[in-house]
T-cell receptor
Framework: DARVTQTPRDKVTEMGQEVTMRCQPI?????VFWYRQTMMQGLELLAYFRNRAPLDDSGMPKDRFSAEMPDATLATLKIQPSEPRDSAVYFC???????????FGEGSRLTVL | RKEVEQDPGPFNVPEGATVAFNCTYS??????FFWYRQDCRKEPKLLMSVYSSGNEDGRFTAQLNRASQYISLLIRDSKLSDSATYLCVVKPPGSSAGGTSYGKLTFGQGTILTVHP
């Protein structure tokens, strides 16, 4: 069964530390998304890649967040420096642009103390 | 105005009840619509697509009203296992295959459903 793989599953860190989350999308998918989910805000789109090109990162705090897709098998989301308000579950999802169905990873639960 | 809005609920219904959720979207040119389901502490998963003529999948019925810009999900004969958050998802129009919005999905905040015995 093809699936989206995310690491780490859980991360506890201290304020100011760098956090890197990784995602392996499903082979052959041409869209990759990073979402953040909190109880208050729901699912927020942070970044959107199509054919590895970053197309929309308007939902991402530019001063501390960065998203890249160095190759077709890896997408990364980096937070530097991290802050307590970044505590959330971060989901990576991949799909095919023509179908609109997204397949989500299990999420990375981040806690910043 | 948010691109996609849902009543967050929670909806608490007994087993066997029929329950309906609505979702409104702001962009009248939106192309495609979906309902996703998210179980507690899990990732969202596609429940069903929403077609212009309406569509059914077992106990679930999805409808689209383009004139009023809303979609709905009806669940008949609710089961305990239907307890979850239901997310409305909209695919906005892309000006072209190369447009930055092409392929992007926007999620509503979700409607929480609890089915009790």
């Amino acid at each position: 069964d093809a699936r989206v793989t995310q690491t780490p599953r859980d991360k506890v860190t201290e304020m100011g530390q760098e956090v890197t989350m990784r995602c392996q999308p499903i082979l052959g998918h041409n869209t990759v998304f990073w979402y953040r989910q909190t109880m208050m805000q729901g699912l927020e789109l942070l970044a959107y890649f199509r054919n590895r090109a970053p197309l929309d990162d308007s939902g991402m705090p530019k001063d501390r967040f960065s998203a890249e897709m160095p190759d077709a098998t890896l997408a990364t989301l980096k937070i530097q420096p991290s802050e307590p308000r970044d505590s959330a579950v971060y989901f990576c999802a991949s799909g095919l642009v023509v179908t609109g169905e997204l397949f989500f990873g299990e999420g990375s639960r981040l806690t910043v103390l | 105005r948010k691109e996609v809005e849902q009543d967050p609920g929670p909806f608490n219904v007994p087993e066997g009840a029929t329950v309906a959720f609505n979702c409104t979207y702001s962009n009248s040119a939106s192309q495609s619509f979906f309902w996703y389901r998210q179980d507690c502490r899990k990732e969202p998963k596609l429940l069903m697509s929403v077609y212009s003529s309406g569509n059914e999948d077992g106990r679930f019925t999805a409808q689209l009203n383009r004139a009023s810009q809303y979609i709905s999900l009806l669940i008949r004969d609710s089961k305990l296992s239907d307890s979850a958050t239901y997310l409305c998802v909209v695919k906005p129009p892309g000006s072209s295959a190369g447009g930055t919005s092409y392929g992007k999905l926007t999620f509503g905040q979700g409607t929480i459903l609890t089915v009790h015995p």
